[in-house]
C-alpha cells in the first residue's frame, strides 16, 4: 500500500497483517480521491476507524491542512504514527487512539470537519450508529460530506430519516463508498 498523489506520493505505508482492518486497495483510493479532489485543498478531515491511516495520510497529502486520525486498536494506531512520520505529515496530525464514539464525544463542540470518512467493521451497523451521533452534533461544516465504505450489501434506507441525503454511490467489487450530505430543507 502506497500513498498515491501529493506531497507524499509513492511512499509505502505500512499496515496490519491479518484479518483485523481491510486496507483500501491502491485502485480504490484512487477513485475516491478522484471524486473528492476539488474539496481537498485546506480542508478539515476526520478518519474515524483508520487503520493503518492511508486514507487520511491520502487527504493529507493531496493538500488537506489537518487530519484527525481515530482507532481503538494499539498495534494500528502505532503504524498511524509511523505512517505519519514517514510521509512527514505529522504536524498536521491529530492522533486518537480510543473508539470512534469516544472519539466523536471527545471531539463534539471543538471541531468541525470538512470530510468524514468512516470505515468500520462490517456488518456490524456502526455506521448507522455513527451517523445518528453526526446527526445531533455539529462535527460536520455545512458543506461537508460524509463517506462510509461499506459492504456491498450495507443498507442506508435509514439515513433520509437521520437527516442526510445520498448524494453518490460508487460501488467496487467487494465495496462502495456512499457519499452523504446534510439534507437542506
Given at each position: 500500500?502506497?500513498?498515491?498523489?501529493?506531497s507524499?506520493?509513492?511512499?509505502?505505508?505500512?499496515?496490519?497483517?491479518?484479518?483485523d482492518?481491510?486496507?483500501?486497495?491502491?485502485?480504490?483510493?484512487?477513485?475516491?480521491?478522484?471524486?473528492?479532489?476539488?474539496?481537498?485543498y485546506?480542508?478539515?478531515?476526520?478518519?474515524?476507524?483508520a487503520?493503518s491511516?492511508?486514507?487520511?495520510i491520502?487527504?493529507?497529502?493531496?493538500?488537506?491542512?489537518?487530519?484527525?486520525?481515530?482507532?481503538?486498536?494499539?498495534?494500528?494506531?502505532?503504524?498511524?504514527?509511523?505512517?505519519?512520520a514517514?510521509?512527514?505529515?505529522?504536524?498536521?496530525?491529530?492522533?486518537?487512539?480510543t473508539?470512534?464514539?469516544?472519539?466523536?464525544?471527545?471531539?463534539?463542540?471543538?471541531?468541525?470537519?470538512?470530510?468524514?470518512?468512516?470505515?468500520?467493521?462490517?456488518?456490524?451497523?456502526?455506521?448507522?450508529?455513527?451517523?445518528?451521533?453526526?446527526?445531533?452534533?455539529?462535527?460536520?461544516?455545512?458543506?461537508?460530506?460524509?463517506?462510509?465504505?461499506?459492504?456491498?450489501?450495507?443498507?442506508?434506507?435509514?439515513?433520509?430519516?437521520?437527516?442526510?441525503t445520498?448524494?453518490?454511490?460508487?460501488?467496487?467489487?467487494t465495496?462502495?463508498h456512499?457519499?452523504?450530505?446534510?439534507?437542506?430543507?
Amino acid at each position: 500500500m502506497r500513498v498515491i498523489a501529493g506531497s507524499a506520493r509513492r511512499l509505502q505505508l505500512k499496515t496490519l497483517d491479518g484479518l483485523d482492518t481491510r486496507p483500501t486497495t491502491d485502485r480504490i483510493k484512487e477513485t475516491l480521491f478522484n471524486m473528492i479532489a476539488d474539496g481537498l485543498y485546506g480542508c478539515t478531515f476526520l478518519d474515524l476507524f483508520a487503520g493503518s491511516g492511508s486514507i487520511g495520510i491520502e487527504a493529507l497529502s493531496r493538500g488537506a491542512k489537518k487530519a484527525v486520525f481515530v482507532e481503538k486498536n494499539p498495534k494500528a494506531m502505532a503504524y498511524v504514527k509511523e505512517n505519519l512520520a514517514h510521509t512527514k505529515l505529522s504536524d498536521q496530525a491529530e492522533t486518537m487512539q480510543t473508539d470512534a464514539f469516544g472519539a466523536l464525544a471527545r471531539l463534539r463542540g471543538r471541531r468541525q470537519f470538512d470530510y468524514i470518512y468512516m470505515d468500520p467493521p462490517y456488518g456490524k451497523e456502526l455506521e448507522r450508529k455513527a451517523l445518528a451521533y453526526l446527526t445531533e452534533c455539529a462535527l460536520l461544516e455545512e458543506d461537508g460530506v460524509i463517506i462510509i465504505e461499506a459492504a456491498l450489501d450495507t443498507p442506508f434506507d435509514y439515513a433520509e430519516e437521520l437527516g442526510y441525503t445520498i448524494v453518490k454511490v460508487k460501488t467496487y467489487k467487494t465495496n462502495k463508498h456512499v457519499f452523504l450530505e446534510k439534507s437542506r430543507i
